[in-house]
């Protein structure tokens, strides 16, 4: 994205809390209509840069630009932003509609159009009729939807949503997932969304920015953050990901190849190789990138290991291999495309072959 289309564009930004630094240096454009998602464990950064977007927090240096005003002059309730907090905040003592017309009590409309609203609203939420429910009458994913009506209702052009599915259980917040992204095609506004589930920050979001002590480590989609993660870190945050220390043996080929501890000497495309001959690098391979087969593959790359634990999880299993010259096991997850008999984890030292395709072999420095 180039900064001309940003909608949000945060830059250079600094936050101090005393001498602690708690944001550093930290750099985005998020796009009009965007879903975007920032992703990190407990104390990154998340809930204060998302404070800042709001405007409850200040930026110690940088520039804050939303809808191409700089926003540092900006009070909170006068920025294009709504917030939905972690804690779904709604007021046990109104009913369900006065819950959602609540931020509209300021706007002098007439009842009828207010409650027309509110109608639209608990349409959209999927709790059509439930106006006049008590807020303690309802379960934890409708408060969670009257929290978010109840910000929509503002039309802001921003909502900023502070891990807003957090307090539910495992089943309602993957339908809830699901519902938040397709409330937010439907109305088009701007999505920041904070999470320290990056299963659930790959399933929302158009592009995710992973944090870590402050910094943001990489913007990207989630395929790009999977699939070409930049770092050691991204690689290890999002996903599995298996390591092979390497060296950088180019000889000077028109085909690139590194010298690993436990693959051999693997080719890799050139345009992977950006350091020189002799460079350290580490060779990064995702648990399911790997073909496990009983007798050697005819053509390509393989390795002869030895199957020290498998564990059958349903639609795949996840097996640890010992191969020559590498201290871990390999982590390798396959498909169980057939019908398993037995199941349960496994232990057998049963002699395989492993196998990888080139193309899925991504090089990063070794830091
Ligand atoms: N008002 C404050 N005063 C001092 N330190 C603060 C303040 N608010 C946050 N911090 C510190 O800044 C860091 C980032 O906090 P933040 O709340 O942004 O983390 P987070 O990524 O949202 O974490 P979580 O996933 O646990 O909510 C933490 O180390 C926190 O202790
Ligand atoms: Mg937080």
Redesign the pocket.
């Known amino acids: 994205m180039t900064r001309s289309n940003a909608f949000i564009s945060i830059r250079e930004v600094d936050k101090y809390?005393?001498s602690?630094q708690?944001i550093d240096s930290v750099s985005m454009e998020i796009a009009q209509g965007e879903f975007f998602s920032l992703l990190?464990a407990?104390?990154?950064?998340?809930?204060?840069?998302l404070r800042m977007l709001a405007g409850f927090e200040s930026t110690t240096s940088g520039e804050i630009f939303i809808d191409g005003q700089p926003m540092s002059d900006v009070p909170p309730h006068h920025r294009p932003v709504n917030m939905v907090f972690q804690s779904y905040a709604i007021f046990p003592h109104l009913n369900v509609a006065d819950n959602i017309a609540y931020g509209l009590r300021k706007q002098k409309l007439p009842k009828a159009k207010r409650m027309e609203m509110v109608d639209e609203m608990l349409n959209l939420i999927k709790l059509p009729g439930y106006g006049q429910r008590k807020a303690n009458e309802l379960s934890g994913g409708q408060r969670q939807r009257i929290a978010l009506a109840r910000a929509l209702i503002l039309r802001p052009k921003v909502l900023l949503l502070d891990?807003p599915l957090g307090a539910l259980d495992k089943q309602l917040r993957e339908q809830m997932q699901l519902e938040l992204r397709a409330l937010q095609r439907q109305v088009g506004i701007t999505f920041v969304f904070?999470t320290?589930d990056q299963e659930e920050a790959l399933t929302l979001s158009d592009r995710i920015a992973v944090m870590q002590g402050?910094k943001v480590l990489q913007v990207d989609t989630p395929a790009g953050l999977y699939e070409t993660p930049r770092t050691r870190e991204v690689a290890s945050f999002i996903g599995n990901m298996n390591f092979f220390r390497g060296t950088v043996r180019r000889n000077g080929a028109a085909t690139g190849a590194v010298e690993t501890e436990g693959l051999g000497t693997i080719p890799v495309a050139l345009d992977q190789l950006t350091k020189p001959d002799g460079t350290t690098v580490q060779v990064a391979l995702r648990p399911e990138k790997f073909t496990l087969s009983g007798t050697k593959p005819e053509a390509g790359m393989a390795i002869e290991g030895t199957i020290t634990n498998s564990a059958y999880l349903g639609e795949r299993s996840h097996h640890y291999i010992r191969i020559p010259g590498k201290e871990e096991p390999v982590a390798v997850s396959t498909q169980n495309f057939q019908r398993a008999d037995g199941g349960g984890s496994t232990s057998s030292e049963a002699p395989v072959w492993l196998s990888w395709s080139p193309d899925s072999v991504v090089i990063l420095d070794d830091a």
């Open positions: 809390f005393g602690f708690a990190g407990s104390g990154c950064g998340k809930t204060t840069l891990e904070v320290h402050g």
